[in-house]
């Protein structure tokens, strides 16, 4: 059992403590640590892994959206599987409360840092072992699969089953997610990045069926362009733009399938715990991840050349 969570009687867990107590004696790195958790959440999602396809290449964050999602999702298993606890805190300071009731190895922030690092060099607050081990299962990971990347691309691409192979894998993994004596936002986390993956893999399948997939020429690694102040202002207004079209993309369709699922499985609306069922939280949130990815992959970039920042 994680150190950090009781259970309530019906069955979800309960932080210890809803707020950390520490003093900060160091702004800039508490909000370095801030920041750096908070690219393990939806925020990540949202904003980072998008504007590289928006504003420097859309090959590279096709790799990016690849490789962090077969790591995530390992990373994710492996957590409920070996169900190591996180350290006591006290003494450490728990800068994320939300996340009380996962396990700790390997840490998954680590392990999503050292892919998307190490696919951009091929292709352009946790205990120190579960940092290094995150990282070395990462590592693993990128080198046993860098041989097949060409491959998965083509099959990525060009197949016409790719887009049937996109949603409903992801769908399966989510569904037979590992179940666990108590509620842990990892199922849920692990969901909203297999969603993510759907929708913008049937996303560059249509983008490849219109002619707009961008594949780079000449050998890797991707060269990067250059950085003007017309590029900078383009890709700022691109960045907002279209990070406040998958916010509204997200409420719409989040809002929406809740509505549905509350009404189809007979669910009180005022019953907030009710959406971490797995009935309820896995079809919802793959939804609305599915839904984001399509719009990131797809519409945006007709948004763009309609507004002349493309």
């Not at 969570?5 to 640590?33: I, S, T």
């Not at 009380?100 to 091929?122: C, N, R």
């Not at 809002?255 to 959406?275: E, F, H, M, N, Q």
Request: net charge positive; proline share 7%; glycine share 6%.
């Amino acid at each position: 059992m994680n150190s950090n969570f009781r259970h309530k009687e019906d069955g979800y867990a309960d932080g210890g403590c809803h707020r950390p107590q520490y003093e900060v004696r160091n702004w800039l790195l508490h909000f370095l640590f801030l920041i750096s958790a908070g690219l393990g959440h939806e925020v990540f999602y949202i904003t980072c892994l998008p504007c590289v396809h928006w504003n420097l290449d859309p090959f590279l964050c096709r790799r990016l959206v690849n490789m962090w999602t077969l790591v995530m999702y390992v990373g994710q298993v492996m957590k409920d599987l070996l169900k190591l606890p996180r350290p006591p805190s006290p003494p450490v300071v728990k800068l994320e409360t939300r996340v009380d009731a996962e396990y700790g190895l390997p840490s998954t922030h680590a392990m999503a840092a050292t892919a998307i690092s190490f696919t951009v060099l091929l292709s352009a607050p946790s205990r120190i072992q579960d940092v290094v081990c995150g990282v070395l299962i990462s590592g693993v990971i990128l080198f046993v699969t860098y041989p097949c990347w060409e491959t998965f691309d083509r099959f990525q691409l060009h197949s016409p089953i790719s887009p049937v192979m996109a949603l409903t894998v992801p769908l399966l993994l989510s569904y037979t997610y590992p179940e666990l004596g108590h509620y842990s936002t990892t199922r849920g986390d692990t969901t909203t990045i297999l969603g993510c993956l759907a929708g913008s893999s049937v996303g560059y399948w249509v983008n490849e069926r219109l002619g707009q997939t961008f594949e780079p020429q000449g050998v890797l690694p991707v060269p990067l362009p250059a950085l003007t102040a017309e590029a900078l202002m383009a890709g700022t207004a691109r960045s907002l733009v279209g990070v406040l079209a998958l916010v509204g993309t997200r409420h719409v369709v989040k809002t929406s399938s809740l509505r549905i699922l509350y009404s189809w499985y007979r669910v009180p609306k005022t019953d907030d715990s009710a959406r971490r069922r797995r009935e309820i939280e896995v079809p919802y949130k793959f939804a609305t991840y599915t839904a984001v990815g399509l719009v990131h992959s797809i519409l945006c970039n007709r948004v763009f050349i309609l507004l002349g920042l493309l």
